[in-house]
């Protein structure tokens, strides 16, 4: 069913409902294509005493893989190991849904590091951003 364009409205900062309907149709369409399992989004969060949030992870699990889209930590909580208990969740996590890899992306002035001394391989790197920056493209088998 073809409907007439009606509007193409930018949104700065869209909505969790919104991004929940773009992940529900692709997980829907892969689904009825390919007959893959539906995408999961997923996070682990850290809050202190006073139920502030400090560090957390977030990403989806899908098509037999785990996606870390975001991994932030305060930063007056740097140092202390929380980034890589996230990460080690989101493993264990990765473990359970039976993926076969995890993925991430990261900025050359980023985590590049992190991510290589928690087992994670450069699959390849992308040029050509704001002040000749590089964007690595991680991956970690399991």
């Known amino acids: 069913?073809?409907?007439?364009?009606?509007d193409v409205v930018f949104e700065k900062n869209p909505s969790s409902s919104v991004i929940r309907k773009l992940?529900?149709?692709?997980?829907?369409?892969?689904?009825?294509k390919e007959g893959m399992p539906p995408i999961e989004p997923?996070?682990?969060?850290?809050?202190d005493d006073e139920r502030n949030l400090i560090a957390g992870v977030?990403?989806?699990?899908?098509?037999?893989?785990?996606?870390i889209d975001q991994l932030w930590v305060d930063k007056t909580?740097?140092?202390?190991?929380?980034?890589?208990?996230?990460?080690?969740r989101c493993e264990?996590?990765?473990?359970?849904?039976?993926c076969s890899f995890i993925t991430l992306n990261t900025m050359d002035?980023?985590?590049?590091?992190?991510?290589?001394k928690l087992g994670f391989f450069v699959?390849?790197?992308?040029?050509?951003?704001?002040?000749g920056s590089i964007c690595f493209y991680l991956r970690k088998n399991l």
């Not at 992940?23 to 009825?32: K, P, T």
């Not at 997923?42 to 809050?47: E, G, K, V």
């Not at 740097?78 to 208990?85: A, F, N, P």
């Not at 264990?92 to 039976?98: D, L, T, V």
């Open 42 to 47: 997923f996070a682990f969060l850290i809050r």
């Open 109 to 116: 002035f980023q985590a590049l590091s992190f991510y290589q």
């Open 92 to 98: 264990e996590f990765a473990r359970e849904k039976n």
């Open 23 to 32: 992940i529900q149709g692709i997980s829907e369409d892969a689904c009825e």
């Open 123 to 131: 699959e390849f790197q992308s040029r050509g951003y704001t002040h």
């Open 77 to 88: 909580e740097r140092t202390e190991g929380l980034g890589s208990d996230l990460m080690k």
């Open 58 to 67: 977030a990403g989806a699990q899908f098509f037999g893989s785990l996606y």
């Open 1 to 6: 069913m073809r409907h007439k364009l009606l």
